[in-house]
């Protein structure tokens, strides 16, 4: 069946302006997270979501990153004024519902180059 | 979150047993040990996990030492599709977000 697939794949933008990442989780799937992956590190978490609402947001690094999942199922990463620092890969990953034991199925990514 | 340790790097022929381990000596009771890997340009994939029993499925055997102060990653017949960096965490009944480490690159030769 379809995994999680996030859009675009890659971006290019430039200092100082506005991107979106996009998340296609599994159909079904309640829980949504969203991780960045810098070079050579393990991906680091940013932000939970339970249905519609952010169960956990204390990993986003400061308030230019916001993201939204109105319907429960798709969910957007919004960055306001990129910095060259904010270049890394943005993972997505879904799982069945939030339980501990619920394994969580990573999307491919989006490489995010922020000249 | 218990902090977990693990080698930088391995080693393996491929069709041989790859046994990867990892230290987390202050686990506490509640506290899961989860492998995920990532092979190269991928997102990261669920391997197995456990509490304090020995597990095994499809893909590989987790072997938890009595005190749960370590555990050992079993991929028992490698091949070259195995290679990537593998990941430990200790992951406590209330978290939600995996914590990723550096991981162990495992890399099985032919």
């Known amino acids: 069946g379809a995994g999680v697939s996030q859009t675009p794949s890659n971006k290019v933008t430039e200092k100082g302006k506005y991107v979106e990442l996009r998340c296609d989780p599994i159909?079904?799937?309640?829980?949504l997270y969203w991780y960045r992956q810098s070079l050579g590190q393990g991906p680091e978490f940013l932000i939970y979501?339970?249905?519609?609402?952010?169960?956990?947001d204390s990993g986003l690094p400061n308030d230019r990153f916001f993201a939204v999942r109105p319907e429960g199922s798709v969910s957007t990463l919004k960055i306001q004024r990129t910095e060259r620092g904010d270049s890394a890969v943005y993972l997505c990953?879904?799982?069945?519902?939030?339980?501990?034991?619920?394994?969580?199925?990573f999307g491919p990514g989006t490489r995010l180059t922020v000249l | 979150d218990a902090k977990t340790t693990q080698p930088t790097s391995m080693d393996c022929a491929e069709g041989r047993a790859a046994n990867l381990p990892c230290n987390h000596s202050?686990?506490?009771?509640?506290?899961?040990v989860y492998w995920y890997r990532q092979i190269h340009s991928q997102g990261p994939q669920y391997i197995i996990h456990g509490l304090k029993n020995n597990e095994t499925n499809e893909m590989a055997s987790l072997i938890i030492t009595e005190d749960r102060k370590s555990s050992t990653l079993i991929l028992p017949h490698a091949t070259l599709r195995d290679t990537a960096v593998y990941y430990c965490?200790?992951?406590?009944?209330?978290?939600?977000?995996?914590?990723f480490g550096s991981g162990t690159q495992l890399t099985v030769l032919p």
């Open positions: 979501f339970q249905g519609t609402g952010a169960a956990d």
């Open positions: 990953a879904s799982s069945l519902s939030g339980a501990l034991y619920n394994e969580q199925f």
């Open positions: 965490i200790a992951l406590s009944g209330s978290a939600r977000q995996l914590t």
């Open positions: 202050t686990i506490s009771g509640n506290e899961y």
């Open positions: 159909s079904g799937h309640t829980a």
